[in-house]
């Protein structure tokens, strides 16, 4: 019985003293060039206990915070958001959660990606973890299609500017073929006729340097 009552009040006690994230907001996807800024928000209940309080935003990766803020200090704004982030905004009146969020100002393509929120005290820690896109629409699309020779038809299909890069598809009356499908299919029906071409092109600066060449793919399909 005492035991049983020791370990009930230690539980009690833990709980007073727990910090834990209720609610963290972070967009999913936004148009970029639309919104002037964004806001990242993280959301805590802390207990009795709240001595090293301490508010950290991870990007992609938790080995180096791009924001941090200490309870009782400024909060500061490093790595790739290093000068972007509007560092005099408030979430909230609570002088434990005020600087809890981020808001990102002219947010741009290279900040998407997993978003981590590390909120921990000398005793205690939660985090969760988003994903946010900034993503560009297409800048041109176009659908060519041209008789060959050999009674064929091209089918052209581009899409210029798009990131991330985007996921095109071909439809036939009888089905629809995405890129992955046609790039998995090995054997394809030769009684008919009809040839489809996927051209897909991602010429966003951003992509070409990561995916130099992967950025201009020609498939295809035998009807």
Request: charged residues 20%; contains cysteine.
């Amino acid at each position: 019985m005492l035991l049983a009552t020791e370990i009930f009040w230690s539980s009690q006690i833990e709980k007073l003293n727990a910090v834990k994230i209720v609610k963290i907001v972070v967009p999913e996807i936004i148009q970029y060039g639309v919104q002037d800024a964004v806001i990242l928000d993280c959301d805590y209940t802390y207990g009795n206990n709240t001595s090293g309080l301490v508010v950290k935003w991870f990007f992609r990766n938790k080995a180096r915070p791009v924001y941090q803020w200490i309870v009782s200090q400024k909060p500061q704004d490093m790595g790739i958001l290093r000068g972007r982030v509007d560092l005099a905004y408030r979430a909230s009146n609570d002088p434990l959660k005020m600087h809890r969020a981020l808001r990102i100002v002219k947010p741009n393509t290279d900040i998407s990606g997993d978003y981590t929120c590390v909120v921990s005290t000398f005793m205690e820690e939660d985090s969760r973890t988003r994903q946010m896109i900034v993503f560009v629409p297409e800048t041109n699309f176009r659908l060519i299609q041209n008789k060959t020779d050999d009674d064929t038809v091209n089918v052209i299909c581009a899409a210029d500017g798009a990131f991330p890069a985007p996921n095109l598809t071909l439809a036939t009356p009888e089905r629809s073929y995405k890129i992955e499908d046609v790039c998995s299919k090995q054997q394809l029906a030769t009684n008919l006729s009809i040839t489809r071409q996927l051209h897909l092109i991602a010429n966003q600066s951003a992509y070409i340097a990561r995916h130099e060449n992967a950025c201009l793919k020609l498939l295809t399909l035998l009807r």
